[in-house]
């Protein structure tokens, strides 16, 4: 379909030269002799958007992606003209644009190094059939350039090479190779010559991404319909470009409740209510721990959303509320297709509103999904969001749900060829009334947008909790997400992993995988394996079809039920940790898992690297993906490493071997972590956190640490009742000091801190806490190391 070779030329149009160009604010307009405007505002003065029409006329400017709370704001701005060239620089980026054809080259400002240019750069074909443009780029790939990004795709982290598509697509049991699936991110990171951009194509029309597949050293991104709107995001760094990417599209508009970070059981479907509390019993009985047990559709009545099917849940909110006392939070299921029938309120109030979508000469658009035939609201309407919003009322202020999983929001249609909405189907898209080729890609994004309107609404004061399985550009404001129906093979693990890191450098951090696979069973060993991986990811959910059989911690033998206890343990101890990781994340847009080129862009090794990753800032993890292994090769970034199970160091930048029985997996600390821990408990809240470990990693040299802290629920934390601690470790051949500085109005429940020490190269003789020396008896040095003190010291001194 794309038409950028040299033989498809015809039928593309281009840019003729500038003519003129005016200045408004933060804006510039170039206009060409043939009534082509370039719009270029500066956003920041690494961030800069472009904005094309061929008739001189801009659409009305509206995007779900973007978010009003998006940094705007430059240190400074020029202009200038030459015979060729208009400039504009800023404080980070030289942008020229070429009077002859518009084509756009950018710059570092520093040191002049050419950052991305356009080939033919914009073009069009003007679409006769439906109206508009076909809009086009085309830009040229530099040496040595990899490229990154791109949301959900379940092909190798580095993205050279291939061929893209964006459209959100039901997609049961995809493969590796499958294309387009759940999700549309039309977002990528581009690295070469150590400095990394990005580029944002806002344009929700079905479009493609071309990285040197057509044609060796050409990159090219195109769409269906709308406008060439795409914003370049400058780095260098590309840890960098994801949160600046994160703050145009959104950070999550709050932390997480921490009981979300827990372990969740899932299964299509638990039912009748004792099948629930047997599910629920098991787990306290075999003391794994986990926080969410999930009602798939049959606890509907015939899988209309809102009701429960009476006879299966005689009387929900009972039970909703003695999962509850046993630590449990319900979360259930909620599709978009409404069931036509008339004798259901919900289908009938929608009717009446006027809210269902309609086709484009005025029948309601029906589909079949699982109640049968449905209409479907149009989520991109504000009222019917609105309208949608509070129909969660009774499930979760009367019920007690503590959160929904939206599923099948891509639309997802069953029986015919296209899987979703034929493309004629209208929609409100905020007032900008369009067809489904244009509101396709956000229906499921605005589906989760309304649902966390809900429950944002009547979990009050409580934090909302939601799930989807598709997404556009932005969905992280409001919601988590998973990574749709994988199948329970070893393949599939992989690419949970890979999946899972593109989606963090995607700005969308809070995702997981169906633990095991959806689709058919896994035997013992790929279930503790993907359990060891799942740990790792933001949201951790075992799922499955049930099609195949049971799939929960003990569906296997004793021994597998034991190493999944083991991991999910780890996860518990590990939540302030991943917790400080999420409110990196939510505040600065940092994702909180690195690939490791994220990780170390500067080494080259790191930039096919797949397998290893890094959680939050310290942890190195690496899951064995293949049967039988009693361990792995894997790749260390640069600098040492602890091992996590024995504290010997491995030096990185390297492959090295690593053992791991099916009882441990790869995974290392960096040296000079400070990493907080909880003791195990059997759900969030369980237990009073009376003692917080640190477990502290000896390096020579400095690191900092952090450990960020609130009530875990609620939205005190933002009228400044956190705690967050920086840790300054600072250690020397004689010597270990840690510094802590403390800031927040939060008063966390313990008093003390047990401080691990591991690698310590000499023996302590001598500890001093906030200057003063403390006689061994005061504080409690174990024979393992281990120095209980108080929370509130400012400077720990470990002596030899
Ligand atoms: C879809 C979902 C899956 C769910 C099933 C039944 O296949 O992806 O997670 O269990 O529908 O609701």
Redesign the pocket.
């Known amino acids: 379909m794309i038409l950028n070779t040299e033989l498809e030329y015809k039928g593309n149009l281009f840019p003729s030269n500038i003519i003129s160009y005016k200045k408004v604010v933060d804006t510039f307009y170039f206009t060409t002799k043939n009534n082509v405007v370039l719009q270029l505002t500066v956003q920041r003065d690494s961030v800069l958007r472009f904005r094309y029409t061929t008739t001189a006329i801009f659409e009305k400017d509206f995007s779900y992606a973007i978010t009003k709370y998006a940094s705007r704001g430059y240190n400074n701005l020029e202009i200038s003209e030459d015979k060729d060239y208009y400039t504009v620089i800023t404080s980070k980026l030289i942008c020229k644009i070429a009077k002859a054809d518009m084509r756009i080259s950018m710059y570092d400002v520093h040191d002049n190094s050419l950052i991305c240019e356009d080939e033919l750069g914009f073009h069009w074909e003007e679409s006769h059939e439906f109206g508009g443009d076909i809009v086009k780029m085309t830009k040229t790939s530099q040496n040595g350039e990899s490229y990154y990004g791109l949301g959900d795709k379940p092909v190798h982290i580095n993205l050279k090479g291939k061929r893209y598509e964006n459209w959100v697509t039901d997609s ?1 049991a995809y493969g590796k190779d499958t294309d387009p699936i759940y999700k549309a991110i039309p977002f990528y990171i581009g690295l070469h010559h150590k400095k990394a951009y990005g580029i944002f194509f806002d344009n929700s029309f079905r479009s493609y991404f071309d990285f040197c597949h057509e044609r060796r050293n050409i990159t090219s991104f195109w769409a269906q319909g709308g406008e060439m709107n795409y914003y370049f995001i400058y780095g260098p760094q590309m840890s960098d470009v994801v949160a600046k990417y994160t703050d145009l599209t959104g950070k999550p508009h709050e932390l997480p409740a921490l009981w979300t970070l827990g372990y969740h059981q ?1 299964k ?2 638990y039912y009748p209510e004792s099948k629930v509390k047997e599910v629920a019993k098991k787990f306290r009985d075999l003391k794994i721990p986990c926080d969410a047990l999930y009602l ?2 049959d606890y509907m009545e015939g899988f209309r959303c809102f009701t429960w099917n009476k006879e299966y849940f005689p009387n929900p909110k009972k039970m909703v509320k003695e999962l509850a006392d046993e630590g449990f939070k319900t979360v259930v ?1 909620i ?1 978009p297709g409404i069931k036509i029938d008339m004798n259901y309120d919900v289908f009938r109030e929608g009717l009446e509103k006027d809210y269902f979508c309609k086709r484009a000469d005025g029948p309601y658009m029906k589909g079949k999904v ?1 109640p049968g035939e449905c209409y479907f609201p149009d989520f991109t309407n504000p009222e019917v969001r609105e309208w949608w919003s509070g129909l969660f009322k009774e499930l979760v202020e009367d019920i007690g749900v503590k959160g929904v999983w939206n ?2 929001n891509e639309p997802a249609v069953m029986d015919v060829p296209d899987k979703t909405f034929p493309s004629d189907v209208r929609h409100n898209y905020d007032g900008n009334f369009c067809s489904h080729r244009k509101a396709h890609n956000v229906y499921g994004m605005q589906m989760a947008r309304a649902t966390y309107q809900g429950l944002k609404k009547f979990s009050y004061p409580k934090r909302p909790f939601v799930i989807t ?1 598709a997404a556009y550009s932005g969905t992280q404001r409001y919601t988590s997400t998973w990574t ?2 994988n199948v329970a093979s070893w393949e599939h693990l992989t690419i949970a992993n890979i999946q899972a890191q593109r989606m963090c450098m995607s700005g969308f951090s809070f995702v997981g995988s ?1 633990i095991g696979g ?1 689709a058919e069973q896994p035997n013992g060993e790929l279930y503790a394996r993907w359990i060891q991986l799942g740990i790792f990811h933001p949201f951790c959910r075992t ?1 499955s ?1 049930g099609d195949h059989g049971d799939q929960e911690p003990w569906t296997f033998d004793d021994n597998i039920t034991d190493i999944v206890r083991k991991f999910i343990e780890i996860r518990y101890q590990l939540l302030p940790y991943l917790y400080t990781a999420f409110w990196r994340y939510t505040n600065e847009g940092i994702p909180i898992l690195k690939s490791l080129v994220l990780f170390d862009q500067s080494d080259t090794h790191t930039h096919y690297r797949n397998d290893e990753f890094i959680f939050g800032e310290k942890i190195l993890a690496c899951p064995i993906t293949e049967p039988n292994a009693k361990g792995r090769r894997m790749f260390f970034p640069k600098g040492r490493w602890y091992n996590f199970w024995n504290d010997e160091v491995v030096k990185g930048g390297q492959e090295a071997w690593v053992d791991a029985d099916l009882d441990s997996m790869p995974i290392f600390i960096k040296e000079g972590a400070i990493i907080p821990k909880y003791p195990v408990q059997q759900y969030v809240g369980e237990k009073k956190i009376d003692q917080v470990t640190l477990d502290v990693y000896y390096k020579k040299g400095r690191e900092k640490s952090e450990l960020y802290e609130d009530a875990h629920d609620g939205y005190d934390y933002k009228k400044g009742r956190f705690s967050l601690r920086y840790f300054n470790l600072v250690g020397k051949k004689n010597e270990l000091i840690i510094q802590q500085h403390k800031s927040g109005k939060f008063i966390t429940s313990y008093k003390t801190f047990k401080i691990k020490l591991h690698g310590m190269p000499f023996k302590i003789s001598k500890i001093q806490v906030d200057n003063e020396e403390i006689a061994f008896e005061d504080i409690k040095v174990n024979g393992d190391n281990t120095i209980i003190i108080s929370k509130e010291f400012t400077e720990l001194h470990v002596i030899a």
Request: glycine share 6%.
């Open positions: 049961y899932c299509w479907s798939d559709i299921i599709d699982w599923d099948m399985r749709g129906d169906d959806f799922h079809s």
